[in-house]
């Protein structure tokens, strides 16, 4: 049963009214609620005060604060319900925001000073977390201020992100940077004495600190909201210690208990446990901050040991090894459950395989005696339905939870993969059942998983008095001849151990794409179209597309309208619905009336508006408009075809291909002169780095990609040579060939080779054989997409068997890929099927068929609709490059075949042969 949330905003109405502080406005958002006085400075910048809070003590401080700021006639805004100031001072939360429960923007530095003062009194001696990017009014005062933007300036960067800037002095805009360290401005002078704090022009190397007057902090392991994680040197032993960090009043949750506490818990779980968990070596506490010091394990986490298994396709874990290393991970359980305790969250990051294979337990701070009232802490995929499903705080569930994560951990460990985390609405299939679907999956491809199989079942059972026990199991493991799982059987008789999982019914891909389109269709129709209004609403963006997504134009593919709209439009053409039809048609009117609707028209395909042309130039001609067919063409005339960035997402060549693809289909000389234009300048800025042919991102250029030098499709190589491909063709200009061709030896030189395919590191200036990538953007199938299209241009088998093994790495990456079409599964089966067109006798279209198994493995049910979850997992939205329309996209093809979307492909390309 959910208990009703106190109303901060009836608090502050309340204060307000006891004030007799008349014409105040007091408006919502999802996030915050602003309180305006009637009349207030509409200051673009200066300096801000944040008052800290935690959920215990968030409507002391703001009924107190809300008094001063009102008597001080100074607009404010906060944290608009409880959960929302627990989860901003969560241990999980931007370290740099942590805490900042309250924002005060006073009329200038007088009134700044003034108010400071009078918050700090006000609030003095209540709890709340230090503000890494602030500084405090004083030690443990909860006031605290830093240099910002008020209104700012709102600016449509190069990336296509919207951001509110600082404006410098020499009038231009600038970043207003949030770093866990007070940084304002040069130009900005400090309204109270105090020492500038700015950080040093380049990185100083770290220092030394001694702790506890014995601990040599050497280097930091990770930072968090909660606290750093140090290697360190214990000068009394000369070992090695790792050394944990609580911050004051971080996690505090309404218990009054914060992070302090959970670290004192876990030095008290490190004693109740000795012997399967690290030494404790020290405990104590430093400004206000605990400190736990611990024996640094050597070796690698559980998670970590897997990882490593079944990197690259590898064989992963054989059935012997995972036989004995199911025994050890029991082991390790029973004894916690032997000394009266459950672990809560024993999951393959909190265990530890040291350099002699020995296992330990870490992090065991929410380890208890089951029936204690405790914080019910969990990881999705591992954690019992009970611990799921119930309240935030109780009684601590007993050994039986503990079970369900062994089996999970036995899931994971015999298979590479998480168990599915996300919940279906009213729990249409319990995470039991889930595992069940990914077991009978993978098996034919995991012996170690058919060897588990009934063991794995039996623990991760949805009740609790089904599991099996810990007697159940070691019998199991100890029977040495277990008949295995069986795998599935085919038609002619059952399959061997290594064959390929069944295909999944066409029946429940087309229920993925029937139930993602009316999750599209349902987007642009909220409550308001449903009460008679025509047409979505006219709000900034029609749905929320996450805290990334939200900050991108409304209109452009990846998180914005035009990229549903073209799936939306492919939909029409193969389905019919008047539904889906109507909605194509709202969504095209929608992106019509708002074409021009920003700052500045940016080039890039994916996030400027080079893709809104395209999209809308499609449903135009779908719906038969010409009128609109025109004002989409002109838009693409309109966005810009020479930029500091060469990229495809953000810059030139992304504008080119639109331009190729305006050509393609109205054949106007405009587009063809553009088209010129765009590949010249592509030209003008190629460079050859050590022999390679590349495009970098000036290194001066106001983007989050200055100085990159990428070698896949996004940003880099293979999509600049792709629209160069394109352009040579419409053209006929050599040059643009011959440089496209350079690209592909760069390429080609570029790959790494393995058993599991070929990959390309993302920079030229990384180290060979870091982060290699599988997917669209920066990886292999983005390199595969345009070497398919070099081979098809020349008839050059090199690099159409190097797409190949492009594509072999993208099926092998499978079961750990996010679902999305930008760097997932979707986008990895969309060039599957650009090689299976392309070699049809190959395996690449039964290898798509592999790729929308595991999405079809992944979908949940919201609101009675099989859906797939976006990159998070959990989340779904209806995004065409990260979220469901891009799954639809995918399964689209897959079922009815067509043309690979957002690529100015000759429509005279034939199945199997170079063109």
Known sequence: MS????????????????????????????????????????????????????????????????????????????????????????????????????????????????LADRLDAATAGLPGPAILSDRPLRAGSLV????????????????????????????????????????????????????????????????????????????????????????????????EVVVKQARAHVAEGLTGSDARALLRREAEMLTALKGVCPERVDAFEKDGHAFLVESLISGETLSQWVRRRYADGGPGVDPATAVAMAGRLAAL???????????????????????????????????????TWTYRAHTPGFAAPEQCAGPRFGPAHGPAADLYSLGAVLCHLTTGVVPPAARDDRQERSPAHRVGELLALIRPERAAARRLEPAILGLTAHRPEHRWTMERFAAFLADRTPALAPAPERAGGPAPAAAAPRPVPDGDLRRLVEDGLTHLTRALRPSAAVEGQAGPPSGRRLWKAGPFGDTTDPCAVQHGSAGVLAVLGRATELLDGDELHASHGLLARWTDERRASVPRLLPGLYFGRAGTAWA????????????????????????????????????????????????????????????????????????????????????????????????????????????????????????????????????VAEAERGPWGARWRTDLDHEPGSGLLHHWCSGSTGVGTFLLRLWRATGDTTHLRLAEQAGAAAHAARWTASTAACHGIAGDGDFLLDLADAVPEGPYRSWAGDLAAVLRLRAVVRDGLLLVPDESGTSVRPDARTGVAGTVSFLLRLLHGGPTPWMPDPATWSAGAPG
């Open 3 to 114: 208990v009703p949330s106190l109303s901060l905003r009836s608090l502050v109405r309340a204060v307000l009214d006891d004030l007799g502080a008349s014409g105040w406005t007091l408006d919502e958002d999802d996030v915050w609620c602003r309180v305006a006085p009637p009349s207030a400075a509409a200051r673009v910048q200066g300096w801000k005060l944040h008052v800290s809070a935690t959920a215990l003590s968030a409507p002391h401080v703001l009924d107190r604060a809300a008094r001063v700021l009102a008597a001080g006639g100074c607009a404010f805004k906060f944290a608009r319900s409880l959960d929302l100031v627990e989860e901003m001072t969560s241990a999980s939360y931007d370290r740099a925001q942590c805490g900042k429960f309250l924002t005060a923007y006073p009329d200038d530095d007088d009134h700044f000073r003034d």
């Open 333 to 371: 359980l029973a004894e916690v459950h032997r000394r009266g305790l459950v672990h809560q969250d024993f999951t393959p990051n909190n265990i530890m395989v040291d350099d002699d294979g020995r296992l330990w337990l870490i992090d065991p701070e929410w380890a208890t005696v089951p029936g």
């Open 616 to 747: 809308l130039h499609d449903a135009a001609r779908r719906l038969d408009d010409p009128a609109m067919a025109r004002r989409a063409a002109d838009l693409a005339l309109a966005v810009p075809v020479r930029w500091p960035n060469p990229d495809v997402c953000h810059g030139a060549a992304g504008a080119g291909m639109a331009q190729l693809h305006f050509w393609q289909t109205t054949h106007e000389p405009a587009f063809l002169d553009r088209i010129v234009a765009c590949a010249d300048g592509l030209v003008e800025c190629a460079e050859t780095v050590r022999g390679r042919i590349v495009w970098p991102v000036p290194a001066d250029f106001d983007s989050a990609l200055a100085g990159a030098r990428h070698l896949g499709f996004a940003h880099g190589v293979a999509g600049v040579a792709s629209f160069l491909l394109g352009a040579a063709r419409a053209t006929g200009n050599q040059e643009y060939a011959e440089l496209a061709a350079a690209a592909g030896a760069t390429l």
């Open 144 to 239: 605290h201020y830093r240099y910002g933007a008020f209104r700012g300036v709102p600016v449509l960067n190069n990336d296509g992100s919207f951001e509110t800037r600082l404006r410098e002095p020499g009038g231009a805009a600038v970043t207003d940077p949030r770093k866990p360290w007070f940084c304002p401005p040069a130009w900005a002078e400090l309204p109270l004495a105090g020492t500038p704090g700015r950080p040093p022009a380049t990185p100083a190397e770290p220092s030394s600190v001694l702790l506890a007057g014995r601990f040599v902090v050497k280097e930091a392991i990770r930072h968090s909201a909660r606290g750093g994680v140090y290697r360190a040197l214990d000068e009394h032993t000369g070992t």
